[in-house]
């Protein structure tokens, strides 16, 4: 299996990412996609050729925008979600709960690379982004 389908797979584990679009898909209120940044990038070798390796992806999450509201309850909601998503990927790390990448992987360490989501307006939804990065050893 490859490392796209593996980390997709992973990540479904999260509570609300059940489905979770690859790269593409039909952007609705409700709807996540992974978006890998940096895919099996060689950070460094050691001297027998071993290779540090990240896997950088992004995940996305758009929702309706509450701007009918004084105070945006339902953004907040869903900001609080995505870093909610945060916290549980520093839990897996802690953890040491991490993807299966292969045989000849290691997985070191998951990490976020932000501490809050991003947000943008994608059209009528808003946008909510959040950057990690999976560090692994690839042996020879």
């Known amino acids: 299996m490859d490392k796209h389908t593996i980390v997709r797979d992973w990540l479904k584990s999260y509570p609300g990412f059940n489905r979770l679009c690859f790269n593409f898909g039909t952007v609705t209120p409700q709807s996540k996609h992974l978006i890998p940044t940096a895919s099996d990038y060689v950070f460094k070798r050691d001297i027998f050729g071993n290779a540090v390796r990240y896997y950088d992806f992004v995940v996305t999450a758009f929702n309706d925008i509450d701007d009918i509201?004084?105070?945006?309850?339902?953004?907040?909601?869903?900001?609080?979600?995505?870093?909610?998503?945060?916290?549980?990927?520093?839990?897996?790390?802690s953890k040491r709960d991490f993807p299966s990448l292969g045989d000849n992987c290691e997985?070191?360490?998951?990490?976020?690379?932000?501490?809050?989501?991003?947000?943008?307006?994608?059209g009528e939804l808003a946008k909510?982004?959040?950057?990690?990065?999976i560090i692994y050893t690839e042996y020879c």
């Open 128 to 133: 909510y982004m959040v950057q990690c990065r």
């Open 107 to 122: 997985v070191e360490e998951i990490r976020n690379l932000q501490n809050a989501p991003q947000t943008s307006r994608s």
């Open 69 to 93: 509201t004084d105070d945006g309850a339902e953004n907040l909601v869903d900001f609080n979600q995505m870093q909610n998503f945060i916290d549980w990927i520093a839990e897996q790390n």
